[in-house]
């Protein structure tokens, strides 16, 4: 089966791809196929760029077809694929559609470092960088409802939907071979795992049910399950499933109530949300999923 992983600016989709190439898996990005079309017309990667862009201004979408068609027409006749692509989940249906996604911060850490190893990217700082990547994120957006009338950020469109903040690409591809296997099984059609070290603890959350969360502008507050939450914390696991409740509005917690969760746990948090955090607008849609 077919698998295709899309996810925020700076997820670590690349690396996954990697880990999965050495599992036996082609890797076919928007990438490959735009070089493959460059040489099919006898032209340059610069060439065929350049003709694009110019074609682009004036309106002629015609290569974006024909990345779309050649997606498409991958996804039918080849199998073992992993396809990095921002839409192959629209164009390739019968795939294991996958969304890596990635707290702000750790993204603009991952991009702003690679910026001045690669120097194709210049960012005066993380911060500008950060402020970079949700522009581009939110254009994406707006970009792909013209243009497809899809909503991108909508995580009902994936069956698997898997935080990768605080785990290793490694350990991301693992995880998502296991639950490609449990999806054929029948197990389940559409399931979301997060790093427990990204969910926030509140002073009130009942200790029974299943792991229930809300997301605030890519911060991840718990509702309930609070027993089972700190059991997968305990015995140290990665990734733990979750169902998102829209109508949980989390409140902000003094530093105290999340330093003596630390404390007792042995949770380690990266930081701590802020009053801040509860005014800024979100553009991911995880209310469907």
Sequence with gaps: MN?????????????IGKVLKEKGYEIVSTGNIFRELAMEKGLS??????????????GDRS?????????????RERDNVMFDSRLAWNFVPDSF????ITDIDEASRRVF???????????ESQEACKKALVHRQEMESVRFKEIYQIDYYDMSNYNL???STNAAPAEIAAEILEKLEDYQAGKFTKLMELNPSSI??????????EVTVNEVNGTWFLKSGLDAFTRAITEGRKFIPVKVDASYQPKIQEKEVYEAFEKRTGINYKKYPTQALLE?????NFSRI
């Design 3 to 15: 698998i295709t992983i899309t996810g925020n600016l700076g997820s670590g989709k690349s690396s």
């Design 45 to 58: 990667v610069e060439e065929f760029n350049k003709q694009v862009n110019e074609a682009t201004r004036k």
């Design 63 to 75: 290569v974006d077809k024909m990345i779309d068609d050649t997606t498409a027409k991958i996804g």
């Design 97 to 100: 559609k996958v969304f890596v």
């Design 113 to 123: 470092n690679d910026s001045v190893r690669a120097n194709s990217e210049s960012y």
């Design 161 to 163: 939907v898997i935080e």
């Design 200 to 209: 926030f603890v509140n002073d009130d959350v009942p200790n029974d049910g």
């Design 280 to 284: 800024e607008k979100g553009f991911m």
